[in-house]
């Protein structure tokens, strides 16, 4: 049952058929609460050691889905702070110093034993998945609550793309205030539109759709950039849609402050290089009609789908659980994620052996 | 107290005899693992029966440490400053003298062995921001920034070194060799060409002899203003060093470097030798530092074997540990 239930969304994740950071990270939660349920595990050491292997094969079936091994990473975690925090409750056990990271802590971190056989961990860790299941729940409700301190009245704020985040966000500050939205069309996807026409129907927002090229004409009137993002790593930059690069560089021009709406699921405790390291070319076909390219024949065209945003040109992040400057991003990751569970391919060559295996078992199955 | 002082002193003889075979034995290891091996072994040595007493003698041994000539580098006093911090911290924890000494000899030797493990630390984390076909500017002579680019080299990655001369004692040079050695593209360029390349270059790695409290450096003279030039050009500039280097000091400009660094750190006055061949007028005063302080602004991240920290993390370190 687990098993078919792993696989289809594997599959579901390589054909888009869940798509969007948010419904990607919340099937995501659910599928691995299921997993540990439904399996059968003797202690925390082997489950942690399925979870990864389970957690590269989803994040190898959409590595551009960054939530995907964010999620993955904060269950290890919970499963790992669940075990020790059991564990320490036990009589004749070694005290653990909480304070991880520490100079002065000399807990080899590999030298604890996750090999104990707890018969409370199972409950206690799917109770802790299920928290995290709601508080995603939950989120974008706990993001716009601080929207009244940001957002004050005949302000014009000017966001970019369709971020739901945003849009709720934008909309609670509506409640109590009124004030003017540009919106920017954001070629190619044009997901602008869709913006502007939600907002468009709350009677305290006034919309302004405009294109991509007015974005640095307009700036020097707007009070605040308010986007959303694909990603935050791990020092603060972002991953976010093409396009929004030039959007934040005009805004620095006008020293516009930019603020980034996003949830915590988003934190990513990997680096942007440059614009290369992390990104996917999208079909030229948004933008060029097929029957065109015949005309095109020495044209090169690309669509990336992403921009890398440097830290320093983001002035604040609003999270679930408060503002945070870019440069405090590191402290949040290692709130929410455990330096060992990188799931990065050099992690453990084993696993992913085992893993081929298993899918050329699969494979030639079918 | 001058006559319990003479015993002392000859008691604590073997402190720089021990300390000097240690460095003169691998010249290449950092100094801070020589230094911790000899404050253990004065633990497991000591007569002391008390925390306190245990203390005084640990501070007699780190200044003897600190007075010797074989104090090169600022990082010897931090590392010392952190194995005090950790001995009175853990007074606390412990209400049995016994046990307590057992744990600091014990916590004293994974500390060392934590230090010299390091370096493949920091390879194995900075690897990720090595990539084929980039450019990478290294300034002065790291052990670290060596580690990492010779470690990226062997794991099969293809990349171009630019290595500044780095004067006044040209260690650059010896960075080149050792790089060349190992295979790697190198390229040596004078100190006054840096942004004459910099527009080929993808990023700066250097290395650093004190990480101050703000998350600034202190390294070899002319760090900083490679700094300035990579900032004006919008590149990173990275910073590879060990955790042991963290010091608690807080450098508002140049000239509070001189305070920081150790009067025993020996630093040649003379420029280059050409200068020095020169003939000068008697009233030419010539002014050749060692050292320069790079502020947090110009810094990207800082690779430490604690993890890949920009530079406000290691504020947030420093005062987790000084708390």
């Known amino acids: 049952m687990d098993e078919i239930n792993l696989e289809t969304f594997i599959l579901h994740l390589k054909r888009k058929v869940v798509a969007g950071s948010f419904h990607v990270s919340q099937k995501t939660a659910q599928v691995l609460r299921h997993y540990i349920s439904i399996s059968k595990w003797p202690n925390a050491k082997v489950i942690i050691d399925q979870i990864k292997s389970i957690g590269k094969r989803l994040i190898d079936a959409q590595p551009l889905e960054f939530c995907i091994g964010n999620i993955v990473r904060r269950v290890l975690f919970i499963i790992r702070e669940e075990y020790i925090t059991l564990k320490r409750n036990l009589p004749n056990l070694i005290r653990l110093d909480s304070s991880k990271n520490n100079l002065l802590t000399y807990e080899d971190p590999d030298t604890i034993d996750y090999s104990s056989h707890i018969p409370t961990l199972k409950s206690q860790v799917i109770e802790a998945i299920g928290e995290l299941i709601e508080e995603m729940k939950g989120l974008h409700k706990n993001v716009a609550e601080h929207a009244i301190e940001h957002i004050h009245s005949n302000e014009i704020i000017m966001t970019f793309g369709c971020s739901r985040t945003v849009e709720q966000f934008l909309v609670e500050a509506a409640r109590k205030r009124k004030f003017g939205v540009i919106v920017v069309e954001s070629a190619p996807s044009l997901e602008g539109r869709k913006t502007a026409l939600t907002l468009s129907k709350n009677p305290n927002i006034d919309v302004t759709l405009i294109p991509d090229s007015a974005i640095f004409a307009l700036m020097s009137r707007v009070n605040k950039v308010i986007i959303g993002t694909h990603a935050v790593m791990a020092n603060g930059g972002l991953i976010a849609p093409s396009g929004t690069h030039s959007l934040v560089v005009a805004a620095k021009y006008h020293s516009v402050p930019i603020v980034v709406c996003t949830g915590l699921y988003k934190l990513c405790p990997l680096y942007a290089y440059d614009q290369d390291t992390f990104n996917d070319f999208g079909s030229p076909g948004e933008y060029l009609k097929f029957q065109e390219a015949e005309y095109l024949v020495n044209v090169h065209s690309y669509n990336p789908s992403f921009d890398y945003i440097p830290p320093e040109l983001v002035s604040l992040f609003i999270t679930n659980n408060g503002g945070h400057n870019p440069s405090y991003i590191y402290r949040l990751l290692q709130e929410y994620y455990d330096p060992r569970d990188m799931l990065e391919d050099d992690d453990e060559d084993v696993n992913n052996n085992n893993n081929n295996n298993n899918n050329n078992s699969e494979i030639s199955q079918k | ?323």
């Open chain 2, 1 to 323: 107290m001058s006559s319990s002082s003479t015993p002392a002193a000859t008691k604590n003889a073997w402190v720089i005899e021990e300390f000097g075979t240690m460095i003169q034995k691998e010249s290449e290891i950092p100094i801070a693992i020589p230094a911790v091996k000899v404050l253990t072994q004065a633990i497991q040595q000591s007569q002391a029966t008390t925390i306190m007493g245990l203390q005084k003698e640990l501070d007699e041994i780190i200044n003897i440490l600190k007075g010797c000539e074989y104090n090169t580098s600022i990082s010897l006093s931090s590392v010392c400053s952190l194995f005090v911090r950790f001995v009175t911290r853990t007074s606390l924890d412990f209400p049995v003298f016994d046990d307590y000494k057992k744990t600091l000899i014990e916590r004293g030797k994974q500390l060392s062995h934590r230090s010299s493990t390091a370096r493949t630390k920091i390879s194995q984390l900075a690897d990720r921001f090595i990539r084929d076909g980039i450019t990478i500017l290294v300034h002065g002579y790291s052990r670290v920034a060596l580690a990492v680019l010779i470690n990226s080299h062997a794991q099969g990655k293809r990349f171009n070194v630019i290595v500044t001369e780095s004067r006044p004692d040209s260690s650059g040079y010896k960075t080149a060799l050792r790089l060349q050695s190992a295979g790697i593209q190198v390229k040596l360029i004078m100190d006054g060409a840096v942004s004459r390349f910099m527009d080929k270059v993808d990023y700066v790695l250097c290395g650093a002899e004190a990480i101050v409290e703000n998350g600034g450096i202190l390294n070899k003279v002319g760090t900083y203003q490679i700094s300035i030039v990579a900032k004006a050009f919008k590149k990173p500039f990275y910073v590879a060093a060990e955790s042991f280097k963290f010091t608690r000091t807080y450098p508002l400009n140049q000239t509070d470097v001189e305070s920081i660094k150790n009067e025993n750190v020996v630093g040649s006055p003379s420029i280059c030798k050409t200068c020095s061949n020169l003939d000068k007028p008697e009233s030419l005063t010539i002014d050749s530092p060692t050292l320069d302080y790079t502020p947090p602004s110009y810094i990207t991240l800082l690779f430490t074997d604690l993890g890949v920290l920009t530079p406000s993390a290691v504020s947030d370190e420093l005062i987790k540990l000084y708390n």
